[in-house]
């Protein structure tokens, strides 16, 4: 069993691969041995990043607005130009909006629908094709959503669309891994609490300290809780899991 957790030689996907949970999770994979192929809008990003990771292992990038599905098709025929299978797909890229009821603009819900939950959707149905040349029952393929602990219980925040998108994204996972296990094709969620990210900045500065006294563990996330995650659903330790929404929160959630 010491290869139990090994992702060495897999090509893995990972949207908003360039910042924030979608970079922890992709060095975690090149650190690891795999080949990593990382997406994101700006390309100054993806080269950042690729340089970034590129010290440790096999990274790629390939600049793409998942924001439409004609995004979400372009990046999946870009990568398939590339890779002749795909081991783990992670739908990780995602937004929030912030607003009080009243002003809540209805351009927010369009938005963060479109990229938290439509993305996840139509990115998976076109990579099928490469996630089939990688699925058999012994190592089935792999897809990890990035949800949160927003869809899990109600926010303090008013993020109304984003909290609804994070519901949607765990009942999505949990719906695609009804369908997609016959197929030898496993699809789980992540949960995540609070992680230092762009997203999180304001948040983590405004109320920091009110946060970190709300986790069990008194802390907030680090690279490596969400790397070590990622890992254990993308290796052969996490082959007989699926439609699992996993929390990684410090204990937010679980013992509220
Ligand atoms: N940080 C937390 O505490 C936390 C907690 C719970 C859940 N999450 C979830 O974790 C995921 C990552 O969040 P994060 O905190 O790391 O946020 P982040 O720092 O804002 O990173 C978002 C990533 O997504 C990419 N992205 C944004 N819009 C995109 C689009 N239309 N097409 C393609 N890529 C796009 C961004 O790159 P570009 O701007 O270059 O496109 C960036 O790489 C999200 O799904 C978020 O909801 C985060």
Same mark, same amino acid.
């Given at each position: 069993m010491k290869d139990l957790f090994s992702v060495a030689g897999k090509t893995v996907l990972i949207t =908003? =691969? $360039?910042?924030?949970i979608g970079l922890m999770i992709a060095r975690g994979f090149v650190e690891h041995g795999a080949d990593v192929t990382i997406a994101s809008r700006s390309k100054d990003a993806c080269n950042e990043a690729v340089a970034e990771l590129s010290q440790y292992g096999i990274c790629k990038a390939i600049p793409a607005d998942l924001g439409t599905e004609d995004g979400c098709k372009a990046l999946a025929t870009a990568f398939a130009a590339t890779s002749k299978k795909l081991d783990v797909l992670v739908n990780n890229a995602g937004a929030n909006w912030g607003a009080p009821i009243e002003e809540y603009p209805d351009s927010a819900w369009d938005k963060v629908m479109a990229l938290n939950v439509k993305a996840i959707f139509h990115l998976t149905r076109t990579c099928l094709p490469l996630l089939y040349e990688s699925a058999s029952a012994d190592a089935p393929a792999r897809i990890i959503n990035v949800g949160s602990i927003d869809g899990l219980h109600a926010p303090d925040l008013e993020t109304y669309a984003y909290s609804s998108s994070k519901a949607a994204v765990h009942h999505l996972t949990r719906t695609l891994a009804k369908r997609l296990a016959r197929e030898h094709i496993t699809v789980n969620a992540i949960a995540p609490g609070p992680f230092p990210s762009k997203m999180m900045k304001a948040t983590l500065e405004d109320f920091g300290e009110a946060i970190v006294s709300a986790v069990p563990l008194r802390r907030i996330g680090e690279p490596e809780d969400m790397a070590g995650v990622a890992l254990y659903l993308g290796s052969r330790a996490g082959a007989?899991? $699926? =439609?699992a929404i996993i929390p990684v929160d410090g204990g937010m959630s679980t013992t509220l």
């Open positions: =908003g =691969g $360039t910042r924030g007989y899991v $699926t =439609g």
